[in-house]
């Protein structure tokens, strides 16, 4: 069967499914990419495409909104406090992507462990005023290459987190 047919035939809901998990906070693509192939049993060329899309859709919003966000945000008393405790830990996180610039930011979204991925390397970029294209293209570089990484450990069977063979 022709790969697009494939996709077309997959069904939505794990497709849809599978593209929250890649654009959620927390587990991007190291979440996605397993989920697709050992839950809803995607072949990996398709959990690849499917994680990384789903990775890229919340990035420009984040590199676009998030200084707007922030200031309506720290109006709220409470959340206040959080907003600055969060943006001092991602600024001391962007240091190392302010030295290297672009190749810094590659890499740091590249690293397929947790704090590191596409939401807070936007979120970096942002804090450091990079211009949103070089952002944007440095962040996709590196979500391809998290998706390489993910996808080849998946299809080896094991996971990111704690390198537990998966059965």
């Not at 610039?101 to 740091?108: D, M, N, P, S, T």
């Amino acid at each position: 069967m022709h790969t697009v047919e494939q996709l077309v035939d997959m069904d939505f809901s794990n497709i849809l499914t599978v593209l929250a998990i890649a654009a959620s906070p927390v587990s991007e693509l190291r979440g996605a990419i397993p989920v697709a192939v050992s839950v809803y049993n995607f072949p990996w060329y398709h959990a690849f495409l499917i994680g990384v899309i789903g990775n890229i859709i919340p990035v420009p919003f984040i590199l676009l909104f998030l200084n707007a966000i922030v200031r309506q945000l720290s109006r709220i008393h409470f959340l206040e406090r959080f907003m600055r405790w969060f943006l001092e830990h991602a600024r001391r996180r962007g240091q190392l992507i302010e030295r290297s610039e672009g190749a810094g930011l590659v890499l740091f979204v590249s690293v397929p462990l947790p704090v590191t991925g596409a939401w807070t390397g936007s979120i970096i970029a942002v804090l450091l005023g990079l211009r949103f294209r070089y952002a944007l293209l440095s962040i996709i570089a590196g979500i391809l290459i998290a998706g390489i990484i993910v996808t080849s450990a998946t299809m080896l069977g094991w996971t990111l987190f704690g390198l537990i063979k998966i059965d």
